[in-house]
C-alpha cells in the first residue's frame, strides 16, 4: 500500500487534498492534530492527515515493486472505530483529571472526536458523489438520451428519480414519434416542471395571514423574514408587523429592529406564548403578521417541542421551513422529518447562490411532496429573493439557460 501524509487547515481542505493527490480510492488510515511553524504550544494548529490506497508508487523502482508482490497487510483503522476508541479513551481520563484544574487532554480528544464527525459527513457526500458520477457514466439509455440522464445524475437527482423520468421522456417522445436529439430536453424538462410542486403561500388576500418561519441555524431566516416583509410593503402594498420569539439572540433582535425601522412596520419581542398572542391582539388590522424564530439543530428536540407550543398556542398560522441549499441530502430529509412535529406548508430553499447543486432539493421535494414557496440568492434585503417556479426549478437541474 503506497501512504502519504498530508497537512490542512480544515477537514475538508485535507479530504480534497488527499482525493487530487492520491485519487478518489484513497482510505484514511489516520488523523491528528498538530502544530505547524512551532513548537507544541505556539504553532499553527493543522489537522494531519495519513491516507493510503493500492496503487503502486509510480516513482518506486523496479526492485521495490517485485519485493512488493507479499507485502505485510497493513491493518486499517476505520473512523467508526476510531471514534468509539476516543470516546472510551476520553471517558476514563476524565477519572484521572477529577482532581486537575485543567483538562488539556479532554479538550483535544473533544477537538479530535468533532472533526472526527466533520469527517465522516465529508466522507459521506464524497461517496455519494462518487455513486453519482458512476450512475452516470452508465449507457442506460441511447444517445443523447443518456446524456440528458447523465446530467441529471451530475446534478444531484437520484438515480432512481433519474431513471423514471428518462423512461417517461423516451415514452412521450415515442409516441410522438419525435427524436430525441431534437426534443429530448424539452420534454424532459416539461416533466420536471409537472413534477415540482410549488407553493404561493404570502401572496394577497383579503383576511389577515400570519406566517411563522423556522429552521436550523445559519440558514438565513432573519434575513429571509425581512426580505418577505419588503415584499410585501413594497411590491403589493400590504401592511406588516414583525414578531420575534427568538430571545436567545440578542443580535438577532437588534438585526430584525433595523429591518423594521427602514421598512416602517412595527416590531414586536415576545418572550412567551402568551406576550405573542397579545401582540398578534394587538395587531389584528395589519395584513401580515411574520414571526421570526430561534434557529435549531434538527437533534434538540427541547428547542423543536418549544417551537411547536408556539405553532399550538392557538394563534392560527403557517408555518415555513427554511433550508439551506448547501446541506447534504441526509440532512435535508433529517431536518425535515424533525420539523414535521408542526405542519409545514412550505419550504424556502435558501443560499442558492453558495450552492454547487440543487439535486439533493429536488430529491427531498419527491420523497414529502413538501411544496416550495421561494428561494433567497444572496444577503442583499429586499433584492435576494425570488418565487420559486417550476421552470426556474428545470433549469436549476438541466442549466438550460447557461447553454
Request: hydrophobic content about 40%; overall charge negative.
Amino acid at each position: 500500500m503506497q501512504t502519504r501524509t498530508f497537512q490542512a487547515k480544515t477537514v475538508n481542505e485535507a479530504i480534497q487534498l488527499v482525493k487530487r493527490e492520491m485519487g478518489p480510492d484513497a482510505v484514511i488510515l489516520s488523523i491528528r492534530t498538530v502544530r505547524a511553524n512551532g513548537g507544541r504550544l505556539t504553532g499553527t494548529k493543522m489537522l494531519e492527515v495519513t491516507a493510503g490506497t493500492q496503487q503502486p508508487d509510480k516513482a518506486a523502482p523496479a526492485e521495490a515493486k517485485v519485493e512488493a508482490k507479499t507485502p505485510q497487510r497493513e491493518k486499517k483503522v476505520g473512523i467508526d472505530d476510531l471514534y468509539r476508541e476516543l470516546n472510551s479513551i476520553k471517558q476514563r481520563l476524565h477519572v484521572i483529571e477529577d482532581n486537575l484544574e485543567d483538562h488539556p487532554v479532554s479538550e483535544r480528544l473533544d477537538n479530535m472526536l468533532s472533526d472526527f464527525g466533520e469527517i465522516q459527513r465529508a466522507v459521506g457526500s464524497i461517496l455519494v458523489e462518487q455513486d453519482r458520477k458512476a450512475a452516470a457514466e452508465e449507457m442506460l439509455f441511447e444517445g443523447d438520451l443518456n446524456e440528458l440522464y447523465r446530467r441529471l445524475c451530475l446534478s444531484g437527482v437520484a438515480e432512481e428519480f433519474a431513471r423514471e423520468l428518462m423512461r417517461q421522456t423516451d415514452e412521450r417522445l415515442a409516441q410522438r414519434n419525435l427524436s430525441p436529439s431534437m426534443y429530448g430536453m424539452e420534454y424532459l424538462a416539461g416533466l420536471l416542471m409537472e413534477q415540482v410542486n410549488i407553493n404561493t403561500p404570502f401572496q394577497p388576500s383579503r383576511e389577515q395571514s400570519i406566517h411563522m418561519l423556522v429552521g436550523p441555524t445559519g440558514v438565513g431566516k432573519t434575513t429571509t423574514v425581512a426580505k418577505l416583509a419588503a415584499q410585501q410593503v413594497f411590491e403589493f402594498n400590504r401592511s406588516v408587523a414583525l414578531l420575534t420569539v427568538d430571545t436567545f439572540r440578542i443580535g438577532a433582535i437588534d438585526q430584525l429592529r433595523t429591518y423594521a425601522r427602514i421598512l416602517d412596520v412595527p416590531l414586536e419581542v415576545c418572550m412567551n406564548n402568551a406576550e405573542m398572542v397579545d401582540a398578534v391582539r394587538r395587531h389584528v388590522d395589519k395584513d401580515v403578521l411574520f414571526v421570526d424564530t430561534a434557529g435549531s439543530s434538527q437533534k434538540d428536540a427541547g428547542m423543536i417541542g418549544e417551537l411547536a407550543k408556539v405553532y399550538n398556542s392557538g394563534v392560527p398560522m403557517d408555518v415555513h421551513l427554511i433550508l439551506s441549499a448547501t446541506t447534504t441530502e441526509g440532512d435535508l430529509v433529517d431536518i425535515t422529518d424533525r420539523y414535521s412535529v408542526m405542519p409545514l406548508n412550505s419550504m424556502i430553499v435558501s443560499k442558492l447562490d453558495e450552492a454547487n447543486s440543487f439535486g439533493s432539493v429536488f430529491n427531498l421535494m419527491k420523497q414529502t411532496d413538501l411544496p416550495c414557496s421561494y428561494f433567497t440568492v444572496g444577503q442583499n434585503v429586499p433584492d435576494d429573493i425570488e418565487q420559486a417556479t417550476p421552470e426556474r426549478v428545470a433549469d436549476l437541474l438541466l442549466s438550460i439557460s447557461a447553454q
